[in-house]
């Protein structure tokens, strides 16, 4: 079975700063996708970026990146130029690229940014 | 284009009772997964709906079960209630089982006392 690991429980960055949020994961299969998702107080899962494992390029979204190493199964997001309404707890999650929809998530980082 | 709906968002029920979820799917879309998320726990797979047909099951007892409409809508519920089952349900849709963007509803929060 897959699993996904955040290490960071909470994380706090200044305003404007950069912040690293680390995952790991687990798994035998060659093909799937990862995922940031981003919950802000209003619980609302929201989508903040994917990759795809056959893609040797990391993603970018405007402000947010990934550092994506395959061989070492990990998965960071970089938040550069952080903003208040960054704050959120945030999910790494998998999923196989075969069968259904189902997501693997972590355990979440609190991620607190300070005015 | 509307969300991902799901109803109710707050809801109490007292153990040994049932409860009945519903999530409304973004129009178009056709897969409908279902997730339960606890501070202990945290987010856990319970299945998810195609074309009116359950494509995959996590690992939950059978007091948990589904079904999806045919018009995509989908309905959770949850018998004989346990107070472990106090959780915030999610559910996400996506135009398909394969598609790689999963949209989640804000969920419904469950208090079992």
């Known amino acids: 079975a897959q699993t996904v690991t955040q290490s960071q429980p909470e994380m706090s960055v200044q305003e404007a700063e950069t912040v690293t949020l680390s995952c790991t994961y687990d798994?035998?299969?060659?093909?799937?996708?990862l995922f940031w998702y981003k919950q802000p107080p209003s619980r609302q899962m929201i989508l903040v970026i994917r990759?795809?494992?056959?893609?040797?390029q990391n993603a970018t979204e405007n402000r947010f990146s990934v550092n994506f190493q395959k061989a070492a199964k990990s998965f960071s997001l970089k938040i550069s130029d952080s903003q208040l309404g960054d704050a959120a707890m945030y999910f790494c999650?998998?999923?196989?690229?075969?069968?259904?929809?189902?997501?693997?998530f972590g355990q979440g980082t609190r991620l607190t940014i300070n005015p | 284009k509307a969300g991902v709906t799901q109803t109710p968002r707050y809801l109490i029920k007292t153990r040994g009772q049932q409860v009945t979820l519903s999530c409304s799917p973004i129009?178009?879309?056709?897969?409908v997964s279902w997730y339960q998320q606890t501070p202990g726990q945290g987010l856990q797979f319970l299945f998810e709906?195609?074309?009116?047909?359950?494509?995959n099951k996590g690992n939950f007892p059978g007091r948990f079960s589904g079904r999806q409409f045919s018009n995509s809508r989908s309905e959770m519920n949850v018998s004989t209630l346990e107070l472990g089952d106090s959780a915030l349900y999610l559910c996400a849709s996506s135009y398909t089982s394969g598609n790689t963007e999963a949209f989640f509803g804000q969920g419904t929060r469950l208090t079992v006392v």
């Open positions: 709906y195609f074309s009116e047909t359950q494509r």
């Open positions: 999650a998998y999923r196989s690229a075969k069968g259904a929809q189902k997501l693997v």
């Open positions: 990759q795809e494992a056959y893609k040797q």
């Open positions: 798994t035998s299969e060659s093909d799937y996708y």
């Open positions: 129009s178009g879309h056709r897969s």
